[in-house]
């Protein structure tokens, strides 16, 4: 069945570091990929999304390329600020199907 | 446009006891689906309600069950609960049929803790 594997935290940076959490996926078909962020005591937000090989989703300054060839769509960001601290989900979706989600990814920023 | 809302925020049962757990949807989605977040994990995926009738279901025992309101608001009832059911409940509302029907939104989540 459809998985998402991203990679084990927690994950550790100071203000102003270059931010990658690695997301790999195993899916039939073209699915759509997702980035969700869960900040401390809060649901899920929706972050960034990407519905076909090769496209950029970006928002907040956090990016993610949909790469078919590696199945994979790792999350990027320049600069981190402490405000960025939460879990960050990677997850997919065919159609009406329901979210597959990884296990998450901590990410701590310490000023 | 009202988001997606979940009642109770907390919730405390002994194990055996039944729980009720509330959604709203989103205004104008037609579709309602509840995940199971277990402490450090990510959601799974427990069943999802398209006009008012169960149209995908996760691994989850029968007991597990749900309803959908005709305004679309939702239910998801455990019964004899267990240790184990202890967990964030995540209801996620969309619009089926569309091509917006692929991205969910979720609400802040009911913890429930089951001693």
């Known amino acids: 069945g459809d998985s998402v594997t991203q990679m084990e935290g927690p994950v550790t940076l100071s203000e102003e570091a270059f931010l990658t959490i690695n997301c790999t996926y195993t899916?039939?078909?073209?699915?759509?990929l997702f980035w969700y962020v869960q900040y401390p005591g809060e649901g899920l937000q929706l972050l960034l999304k990407?519905?076909?090989?090769?496209d950029k989703g970006s928002n907040k300054g956090f990016e993610a390329t949909y790469r078919k060839e590696t199945t994979s769509f790792h999350l990027e960001k320049g600069s981190v600020q402490v405000s960025d601290s939460a879990v960050y989900f990677c997850?997919?979706?065919?159609?009406?199907?329901?979210?597959?989600f990884g296990k998450g990814t901590r990410l701590s920023v310490i000023a | 446009e009202t988001g997606v809302t979940q009642s109770p925020t907390h919730l405390i049962k002994t194990r055996g006891q039944q729980v009720t757990l509330r959604c709203s949807s989103q205004?104008?989605?037609?579709?309602v689906s509840w995940y199971q977040q277990a402490l450090g994990q990510g959601p799974q995926f427990i069943f999802q309600?398209?006009?008012?009738?169960?149209?995908g279901r996760g691994n989850f025992p029968p007991r597990f069950s749900g309803l959908q309101f005709p305004n679309y608001s939702s239910e998801l009832n455990v019964n004899a609960l267990e240790l184990d059911d202890s967990a964030l409940y995540l209801c996620?509302?969309?619009?089926?049929?569309?091509?917006?029907?692929?991205?969910?939104?979720f609400g802040p989540g009911t913890r429930l803790t089951v001693l």
């Open positions: 309600y398209y006009r008012e009738e169960e149209n």
């Open positions: 899916a039939t078909g073209y699915p759509s």
């Open positions: 997850a997919l979706k065919r159609g009406n199907t329901p979210l597959v």
């Open positions: 990407a519905t076909k090989a090769d």
């Open positions: 996620a509302s969309s619009l089926a049929g569309t091509s917006l029907g692929t991205e969910q939104f």
């Open positions: 205004s104008g989605h037609n579709t």
